[in-house]
């Protein structure tokens, strides 16, 4: 009894001692340093490590969500206007293009299009923007460069950018535009949209040959891109600089809103081009070096990510302009003040949804996207079917942002294929009923929480040329039953069907059942659900589909060779302009003939005449009625299924202020406000320990071991 | 014992050749260069022009194994095989698709996933080890017959479900240590906590049951009932006679891992988002990296070999009657 005694009044004190060790320090789940608290410090998560920081190479959007607040590009989207519009960003203002003929000689604004050689663009940047501290830039006092002759020895021991003592800055020129356009061309580099941007800028083609032959000739001397000329970029003085477009392409001004034409320094690439750098990862492409509001302090994809504050930061303020719906959100209650507001921005590396959702609802994120596996925990649906928080998430003051994203999913006919493709009217009959045999309403339920809304055409919501409501409806699919859109019924498919030489499933000729084949890279669980869901929807025609699964390499092979017969295939915006979708259907772009984008193969001249026509135009009503007339062509044609236009759902915590959805651009981080004191009180509040787990831990052990131990006892006793 | 050692190394070269042979026959089987080209240069935009620019840029322009165009031993080396093999050999992994140099990735990785690994190791190695003791102790007793159903339940739990537990309970019920995250330092130790916790917990049916079996086989042999004659208490003749004698098997199974240690563990390295190796290998493969793959298959055949090498030195120096000649 006394040792039972005993044993009861340790665990009471090893209680004592855990619940004073709970209440005197900080969180015991906390994975951020305890001083780390009350800074004003924003947490993110990724779940895949950034392949590229280097902006002639970075392209996915988690490699824009770095760079994107790194580098500047002369241009950026309006973080609040909708919809999306262009504000100089380093530019002094947002270039108009001026053209010019064969012979150079200015022409009109409004010259047609073939009378056009070339657009010029010219760029002035504001005087005055220096880059981040960086030792590429320290110079001694006699202005020579610390670090740009070194050797592999003087290297060794260095693996960080903070390892270097000096650093140093300079001013921003045109000449880092031009030199950054350069690097889109260098083999070396493999930039993703040199292909597309030599066929826009004058002279990059050839710029691209001269590197690549230079490079074959001296595989391992560096290239220096100032010793080769390019026609296409030119600097006019210290602050403006000029691109030449071939033609006309009026989309090009979106692209200098992304880091593909942000500055480079030459410094840098002199800098990382020494031996022994790249053998510690000390390359551009790892470490970059911009003008924006942050630069990268600390990076280790495998683990955490550190954006910190740009001391040189040229300064910005937030926007004052927006609509009522944004004042009424608070999304203006800073508008004229400085940005950025976030010290500091800690990116983690969370592959799995379980910890990352768990560390949002500990506090330990500040925002966080739903996953399937969530989703109940977070959303319920209202009797309208609107989404909103469940009670457990309001009672966190958590915020629900929903957006629709500026993409489109669809469901490709191979127009190639000798069954479903063509130009015929059976042929499209055919697409037609297919079309309206899959319930695409009933997938978004199903399939995505409601996360989607049913696509009526190529053009998403937000963008131009996009008709909302019973207005844009496809009238091929669906029809304006007492103003809401509603899908046509499966009876006029049959009809369809049986008007294209297969009543009832089965061809008219030889009896024999229709059979669609559908390739898909989707494997597993979750996609045999979906594929099972797509054969039920051609059931209701009594056509059997037969579902081909294949992996990623197969599957682009299959593409490019049109072997494919229906396959699903989806498109995000690079740029808000329709003509970044309605490329996808454009016949010169048919991915057999031109490896173009172009998957379903597509090619109908009348499409390809307007589309030629509606590329060039401003937006406006001969815009817009261009584009009505393109729509119904495709919708008429249907070599897609519009599918659906996703929908993303994001959570934040109500300590992050001005967070508004912006599609299309990707340096939102400076806006981004928390109230670093409210999220301290909540973390604490919401992450007490619980102790009795573990006086009940020593408990049970401590009744499992008495017995053994007595035993024990009880047996060498018998022994001896 | 140095000729016997020498001649096992010998013996690794061919067995690491094949091995660099069939990954490379099975990446390549899968994968063309031109599918690894697409993949690094992204979804949009990707001409013909930029994957034979990247295929030129990374070595893959070449024949894979034999270059008929070539002459003499050209024939042979200048071939995407030999080209991005023949260095391993001197161990210089050389830069992975993405342009990271890859003996550096491995050497940061490397801690992370020892961290982890060591003490689930040793941890884990003495927690199976004293539990199946203890159940030969009481073996026949109802301690034992529990003993053994808690093991058999503890195996049938699939690891996932511990990791899924262990962070739902300890760390997001409880709030009692981090759900996931690294640091490095003393400030790694309470990230590292609940992942060994987890290992160990998850190992221990398994471990602790094949032990029993070992040391039941010991326990019934002539020179323990010697022991116990000659008035030796159970506690010794158990931890003095049978552990030393049950330690060959034992070595067997827990040396060959001991340099595997190094390459870390996908699945709980995932899960607490420890940066080890242990997700290395599999997202070079996602990504078709195939300089990644061929590094991290040579370099886990040769730790493969090294942990075999190790087990038959440990069997000399635990069992006196076994000489390595």
């Not at chain 1, 954006?307 to 009424?328: C, F, I, S």
Request: charged share 20%; hydrophobic share 45%.
């Amino acid at each position: 009894m006394v040792r039972i005694g005993a044993i009861l009044s340790k665990l009471g004190l090893l209680a004592i001692g855990l619940s004073l060790l709970a209440g005197c320090t900080d969180n015991w789940n906390n994975p951020y340093p305890g001083s780390d608290a009350r800074a004003n410090v924003l947490y993110s998560a990724f779940s895949e490590r950034p392949k590229h920081l280097d902006p002639a190479r970075s392209y996915s959007s988690n490699e824009v969500e770095f760079t994107g607040q790194i580098y500047e590009p002369p241009l950026q989207y309006h973080f609040l206007k909708r919809p999306y519009t262009l504000i100089p960003l380093t530019a002094e203002a947002v270039p108009r293009p001026w053209y010019v003929d064969a012979a150079g000689k200015t022409l009109a604004d409004d010259a047609p299009s073939s009378a056009i050689a070339e657009s010029v663009y010219e760029i002035r940047i504001h005087p005055g923007i220096r880059y981040q501290p960086h030792p590429a830039f320290a110079r001694d006092e006699a202005g020579r460069y610390f670090y740009h002759a070194m050797d592999a020895a003087a290297v060794g021991g260095k693996t960080r950018i903070s390892d270097f003592r000096h650093t140093g800055t300079r001013e921003l020129v045109a000449a880092d535009y031009v030199y950054q356009i350069k690097r889109l061309a260098n083999p070396r580099l493999s930039s993703p949209i040199f292909g597309l941007m030599s066929e826009h800028i004058v002279g990059l083609k050839a710029l691209g040959d001269a590197l690549e032959k230079a490079s074959r000739a001296h595989p391992d001397a560096e290239l220096n891109l100032n010793d080769f000329p390019l026609a296409g970029a030119e600097v006019v003085d210290r602050y403006t600089y000029r691109i030449h477009i071939k033609g006309k392409y009026p989309q090009f001004i979106y692209w200098l809103a992304m880091p593909f034409f942000a500055p480079v320094p030459w410094e840098a690439d002199v800098f990382y081009a020494q031996p022994g750098m790249a053998d510690r990862n000390l390359t551009l492409d790892w470490q970059p070096v911009g003008t924006g509001p942050y630069y990268l302090s600390e990076n280790d994809p495998n683990r955490r990510m550190v954006l910190k504050k740009n001391p040189y930061y040229h300064g910005e303020t937030y926007p004052v302009d927006g609509d009522a719906a944004d004042r009424q959100a608070g999304l203006l209650a800073d508008a004229g003040k400085p940005l950025p507001f976030v010290d500091e921005a800690v990116f983690s590396l969370e592959k799995e949804t379980i910890p990352y959702w768990s560390k949002f609802l500990q506090g330990y994120y500040d925002s966080s996207g739903i996953s399937s596996d969530s989703f109940d925990q977070a959303i319920q649906f209202s009797s309208g079917g609107a989404p909103q928080l469940t009670d457990s998430m309001r009672g966190k003051d958590i915020h629900l942002i929903t957006t629709v994203a500026a993409s489109i999913w669809y469901v490709g006919f191979n127009m190639l294929d000798p069954v479903v493709g063509g130009l015929g009217e059976d042929r499209r009959k055919l697409r037609q009923a297919i079309s309206i045999a899959f319930d695409y309403d009933e997938f978004i339920s199903i399939f995505l929480n409601g996360r989607g809304i049913p696509a009526q055409g190529p053009i998403p919501p937000g963008l131009f040329g996009y008709v909302d409501g019973v207005a844009g409806l496809n009238p091929y699919v669906y029809e304006n039953r007492g103003g809401r859109i509603v899908r046509r019924s499966i009876e006029v498919a049959k009809q369809l069907l049986a008007e294209a030489g297969y009543p009832n499933g089965r061809n008219a000729r030889t009896g024999a059942p229709l059979v669609l084949y559908f390739d898909t890279m989707a494997s597993g669980p979750d996609a045999k659900s979906r594929l099972d869901w797509m054969k039920k929807q051609l059931d209701k025609l009594n056509v059997q589909l037969v579902v081909r699964g294949t992996d990623y390499n197969r599957f682009q092979d299959k593409m490019r060779k049109g072997n494919a017969q229906l396959f699903e295939w989806g498109w995000n915006a690079d740029y808000p302009d329709p003509e970044n979708f309605f490329f996808l259907l454009y016949g010169p772009n048919r991915k057999v003939a031109s490896g173009g984008e172009n998957a379903a193969n597509y090619d109908n001249p009348e499409f390809n005449r307007l589309f030629e026509r509606m590329k060039d135009m401003d937006n406006g009503p001969e815009r817009q009625r261009v584009i009505d007339a393109m729509l119904d062509i495709v919708r008429r044609d249907a070599p897609w299924i519009f599918a659906y236009y996703p929908k993303s759902f994001g959570l934040t915590h109500g300590w992050v202020h001005n967070v508004k959805p912006n599609l299309m651009a990707n340096n939102t981080l400076k806006y981004r406000r928390i109230d670093p004191g409210l999220r301290a009180t909540r973390r604490k509040e919401w992450n007490r320990p619980v102790l009795w787990p573990i006086v009940l831990l020593f408990a049970v052990l401590a009744a499992a071991i008495a017995p053994a131990v007595i035993a024990w006892r009880r047996h060498e006793r018998k022994v001896a | 014992m140095l000729a016997y050692i020498l001649r096992r190394l010998l013996y690794a070269i061919p067995i690491l050749i094949g091995v660099n042979l069939l990954t490379f026959a099975l990446f390549f089987v899968v994968n063309t260069p031109d599918d690894m080209a697409r993949l690094q240069l992204g979804a949009k935009h990707v001409t013909p022009e930029a994957i034979a620019r990247w295929k030129v840029e990374h070595g893959y322009d070449k024949p894979l194994l034999l270059n008929a165009q070539a002459t003499g031993s050209a024939r042979f080396t200048d071939t995407i095989f030999f080209r991005h093999s023949a260095s391993m050999f001197a161990f210089k992994f050389g830069k992975g698709d993405d342009g990271r140099d890859i003996a550096n990735e491995i050497r940061t990785r490397m801690g992370p996933s020892l961290a982890i690994a060591l003490p689930v190791f040793v941890i884990g190695l003495m927690a199976n080890i004293t539990f199946a003791l203890l159940m030969v102790f009481f073996r026949s007793t109802y301690l034992d017959l529990w003993g053994v159903v808690l093991c058999v339940v503890l195996m049938s739990i699939s690891g996932l479900f511990y990791i899924i537990a262990g962070q739902y309970f300890i760390a997001k019920l409880w709030n009692l240590l981090p759900i996931s995250g690294y640091a490095g330092g003393i400030d790694g130790f309470k990230f590292i906590l609940l992942p060994v916790l987890v290992s160990v917990a998850a190992g221990l049916g398994s471990g602790a049951r094949w032990y029993r079996t070992i040391f039941l086989e010991e326990i019934g042999k002539d020179y323990v009932r010697t022991a116990r004659a000659k008035g030796l208490s159970e506690a010794r003749v158990l931890f003095r006679h049978v552990l030393k004698n049950g330690m060959i098997p034992i070595l067997t199974g827990a040396v060959v891992v001991l340099p595997l240690l190094f390459m870390g563990s996908l699945i709980t390295e995932s899960f607490f988002g420890i940066p080890g190796l242990g997700s290395y290998t599999i997202d070079a493969i996602q990504a078709q990296d195939f300089a990644v793959v061929r590094a991290m298959v040579f370099l886990g055949s040769f730790l493969y070999i090294a942990g075999l090498i190790l087990t038959d030195i440990s069997y000399s120096w635990v069992d006196p009657r076994v000489r390595l000649q």
